[in-house]
């Protein structure tokens, strides 16, 4: 077998050369399959404390506890009050008593009348400015623009009260016209119903003289 073997160096002994070459070849093998890597790729570990949380479950068996004995004592009270009165009169006679009252009151006392002082001082108060003199200034100065205006006191009230008579007699005279106008074209159509009713009495007493007609031929004719 050496001496088929082809090394890729060159060599004096394959035997030899064949020989290292696998040493070598198993080494670099048991190297790789040794190996450590350097980034950790496994699943972290599992803790059960973290899992199972023991904890939780005592702390959670105790408040149950606690409950079933604050029911447990509940009932027994509520089962002591139905068989007797109980032991509890509901009263309350106790009166509240404080050390800072009388203080208070007089600080009461002063800010109401602190207030009723300012209050006198405002309505008393005369004003500065007279209204009465600010309604003559007005009309003096409404004297004077009059003066020196061009056109009268209120000229545009007046224009547009004259406007709305113009408007108003324009539609009574409107409301006039189509009135007239409806009564002239009644009037025809009251004179064709006038002959439609003419002729229809006409027909009526035409056919009423028929039979008699008929029956003075049959008489004659027996």
């Known amino acids: 077998m050496h001496r088929s073997y082809n090394s890729i160096l060159p060599t004096s002994n394959r035997l030899l050369q064949q020989k290292w070459d696998d040493t070598y070849y198993n080494e670099h093998r048991r190297k790789v399959k040794d190996v450590q890597s350097i980034v950790d790729t496994k699943a ?15 702390l959670e068996e105790e408040r149950l506890t606690t409950i079933e004995r604050d029911n447990r004592i509940l009932l ?32 009461l006392l002063r800010v109401a009348k602190d207030n009723q002082e300012i209050l006198r001082r ?30 009268p006191e209120e000229w545009w009230v007046k224009n547009n009260k ?36 003419k002729t229809s009495s006409e027909e009526k007493s035409t056919n009423e003289k028929k039979p008699d007609d008929k029956k003075e031929t049959d008489e004659e004719t027996k």
């Open 76 to 107: 027994e009270k509520m089962a002591y009050i139905m068989r007797t009165r109980g032991r509890v009169d509901n009263k309350n006679n106790y009166e509240y008593q404080s050390l800072n009252r009388e203080k208070r009151q007089r600080e």
């Open 162 to 197: 004259k406007s709305n008579r113009a408007k108003s007699r324009q539609s009574i005279r409107s409301r006039k016209s189509t009135r007239s106008n409806q009564s002239v074209s009644e009037s025809p159509s009251e004179s064709k119903q006038d002959k439609n009713t």
């Open 44 to 58: 972290p570990p599992t803790y059960m404390h973290l899992h199972l949380k023991l904890k939780k479950f005592q």
């Open 122 to 151: 405002i309505t008393s108060r005369q004003p500065e400015y007279s209204a009465k003199k600010w309604d003559e200034d007005w009309k003096k100065n409404q004297a004077f623009m009059n003066n020196i205006s061009s056109f």
